[in-house]
């Protein structure tokens, strides 16, 4: 039984460094956006944004075929906290206390789905 726990853990980090993948796209795409009018910078991060989405998609596909479609998705919603953790790396935005709250909603119900599966 240890063995599948740790199995499913390790897919279970998989699937958040592949959503944490997809994240940092919205960080390329807010850097392009604010070239302010400089062409390269703007086509670096665009290109940059597409190429993590295009990888970000492959890596996708290999998630589906490991997890039930319905807890693959259900940890997506994590993408709003590695996003959160982003702003507040990159941009050095600030976090309220309803933005904790509403992070805390989404890892009790990411772990209450990825808890409350059976594996098959």
Not at 26 to 37: C, I, T
Not at 65 to 85: G, P
Not at 93 to 103: C, F, K, R, S, Y
């Amino acid at each position: 039984m240890n063995g599948s726990l740790a199995g499913k853990i390790k897919n279970i980090i998989l699937l958040q460094a592949v959503i944490m993948i997809y994240t940092i796209s919205s960080v390329m795409s807010k850097e392009a956006s604010a070239s302010g009018g400089d062409l390269l910078r703007f086509l670096f991060f665009f290109g940059m944004e597409f190429a993590i989405l295009g990888v970000y998609a492959v890596l996708w596909q290999q998630m589906i075929k490991r997890f039930e479609l319905s807890v693959a998705y259900a940890n997506r919603s994590m993408a709003v906290v590695w996003s959160m953790v982003w702003a507040v790396l990159f941009f050095h935005d600030t976090i309220t206390l309803q933005n904790i709250a509403g992070v805390v909603l989404v890892m009790t119900g990411t772990l209450i789905i990825n808890t409350g599966t059976e594996e098959g």
